[in-house]
């Protein structure tokens, strides 16, 4: 079946520095792949999307790129604010189904 | 502004005791889902509806049932609370074929 394998936290960085979340699935065909970002006391709400192999992914400064030969969806960026603090999804869909598979979250502190 | 709404944000309530967590969306959105968040984040589906009278059982077995009458409600109901089934459950919906899930705030049940 379908899974999503992400790298598991917490991870506590300095304001400014580099992230990275190593996210890779399992899936058969062409899934599309999703970041879910969760602050605290919140629903999850979508960061960012590809559905095509070598599709980027972007928003609020994060990306992420669709790499197929490799089944993975890596979040990044460059600089982390304070505010940026919060629990990362990796997940999947597929077939058109909005059936999500998530990953198990990453919990992210970010300190001044 | 469209939203999904869940209710209440926090409930503690006794053994035994039937509880019912409401959820309605103003998007007009067809497919609405339950997820429930165990204390290590991870996300599993347990119920999902694609439209009025539709309800099916997700990946993960659950002794709650949906009921699904009007397309922007979609409450989840216990008949007899146990510590187990304290959590948090994540209400979202998604328009037809648009691949996205929009999540409410999320409803936290302890059960004493």
């Known amino acids: 079946g379908n899974s999503v394998t992400q790298m598991e936290g917490p991870v506590t960085l300095s304001e400014e520095a580099f992230l990275t979340i190593n996210c890779t699935y399992t899936?058969?065909?062409?899934?599309?792949l999703f970041w879910y970002v969760q602050y605290p006391g919140e629903g999850l709400q979508l960061l960012l999307k590809?559905?095509?192999?070598?599709d980027k992914g972007s928003n609020k400064g994060f990306e992420a790129t669709y790499r197929k030969e490799t089944t993975s969806f890596h979040l990044e960026k460059g600089s982390v604010q304070v505010s940026d603090s919060a629990v990362y999804f990796c997940?999947?869909?597929?077939?058109?189904?909005?059936?999500?598979?998530f990953g198990k979250g990453m919990k992210l502190t970010v300190n001044p | 502004e469209a939203d999904i709404y869940q209710t209440p944000r926090y409930l503690v309530i006794g053994t035994g005791k039937k509880i019912t967590l409401e959820c309605s969306q103003t998007?007009?959105?067809?497919?609405m889902y339950w997820y429930q968040q165990d204390p290590g984040m991870e996300l599993h589906l347990i119920h999902y509806?694609?439209?009025?009278?539709?309800?099916e059982k997700g990946d993960l077995s659950s002794e709650s049932t949906v009921s699904r009458i009007r397309t922007e409600h979609f409450p989840l109901t216990l008949e007899s609370a146990r510590p187990s089934h304290t959590s948090q459950y994540l209400c979202?919906?998604?328009?037809?074929?648009?691949?996205?899930?929009?999540f409410g705030a999320g409803s936290r049940l302890t059960v004493l």
């Open positions: 997940a999947l869909s597929q077939g058109g189904s909005e059936k999500l598979v």
């Open positions: 979202a919906s998604s328009d037809a074929g648009a691949n996205v899930l929009t």
């Open positions: 509806s694609y439209g009025v009278n539709s309800t």
């Open positions: 590809a559905t095509k192999a070598d």
């Open positions: 998007m007009g959105h067809d497919k």
């Open positions: 899936a058969t065909g062409y899934p599309s």
